[in-house]
């Protein structure tokens, strides 16, 4: 081999250490990382925006007390709520101690600047809760996050399950969702009760969500009924049973002395899969079924 050619190689072995040398070595951009949200705007991808919201107040409690910080860990609201939540788009849920009616603690909802605009005696068996899509449930009432009210003031809002509420309004009774939806009447106020809300909890690939409602008729006689949450179609029809959810959309069914029957998996509001004898139960995990 003469000494040109073995020069010849020896260069091809060094641009190829280089090549695989650069394929470890972080990417140098000058773009901003983001995160893409489904409403066509960006986020910038730390930690800490993703987290939490800088100009947003921190609740810390003190000597037994609740006041509030910002992110320099300046004391901005003095410690004096028994009770307190982080602030959310501007608004924080708070307990005064014994500043409502008759000695009642109030459940308060404040701005930034400690002001009160919603209050709430303790008596009233209400409270005021921050809901997972940015909402509040004042009350019986629902806001936006703005404080705009979504229900009428007819309405009568009852907590549910998951992110369903029981609704009762002019006489009507049914479901309403986390924006002031009516997604399910279920029928007269006056004959029927619904005594509660049972929302299975799913994995988020699956197309729709089930709920477990459970209601008392005029004569006081208890059923249950399997419902779509989101569309307000019944899919396995009033029975004079107990259901209840388990998860993926997979509820049991037992009779009035609480001795199970069966199970059924509910998929494009059909009874995909049942159980056919009484010893049996089934879970769901990566679409396959276990019996």
């Not at 003469?2 to 190829?16: A, D, E, N, Q, T």
């Not at 959310?88 to 603690?105: E, F, I």
């Not at 600047?113 to 019986?140: C, M, P, R, T, Y």
């Not at 969702?177 to 509660?196: P, V």
Request: hydrophobic share 35%; glycine share 6%.
């Amino acid at each position: 081999m003469s000494k040109y050619v073995k020069y010849i190689v020896l260069l091809g072995v060094v641009f190829v250490v280089v090549g695989v040398a650069t394929l470890f070595l972080p990417i140098q951009s000058k773009k901003k990382t983001t995160v893409s949200t489904n409403k066509n705007k960006t986020l910038k991808n730390t930690v800490a925006d993703v987290i939490y919201n800088p100009e947003d107040f921190i609740a810390v409690k003190t000597n037994g007390l609740f006041g509030f910080i910002n992110t320099k860990g300046e004391m901005v609201i003095e410690p004096q709520y028994e009770r307190a939540t982080d602030f959310y788009n501007g608004y924080a849920s708070v307990v005064a101690p014994k500043k409502g009616k008759n000695g009642y603690d109030s459940y308060q909802l404040i701005d930034k600047e400690g002001k009160v605009k919603f209050a709430l005696d303790a008596s009233q068996n209400a409270s005021i809760d921050h809901l997972e899509n940015g909402n509040w449930l004042i009350g019986k009432k629902i806001y936006d996050s703005t404080l705009k009210q979504l229900t009428s003031d007819d309405a009568q809002v009852f907590k549910g399950s998951g992110n369903y509420f029981v609704w009762v309004e002019k006489g009507k009774t049914g479901i309403m969702d986390l924006n002031g939806n009516i997604t399910y009447t279920a029928g007269k106020s006056m004959d029927i009760n619904i005594l509660g809300i049972d929302s299975s909890n799913y994995d988020n690939n699956l197309k729709d969500q089930y709920c477990a409602v459970r209601i008392q008729d005029s004569k006081m006689n208890e059923k249950s009924a399997i419902v779509n949450c989101e569309t307000g179609k019944v899919v396995y029809d009033y029975v004079d049973k107990f259901i209840t959810t388990t998860r993926d959309n997979i509820f049991t069914i037992e009779d009035k002395n609480n001795n199970f029957e069966k199970s059924v998996y509910i998929l494009n509001d059909k009874i995909s899969y049942e159980t056919d004898y009484k010893d049996a139960s089934f879970s769901l995990g990566y679409s396959v079924f276990t019996i």
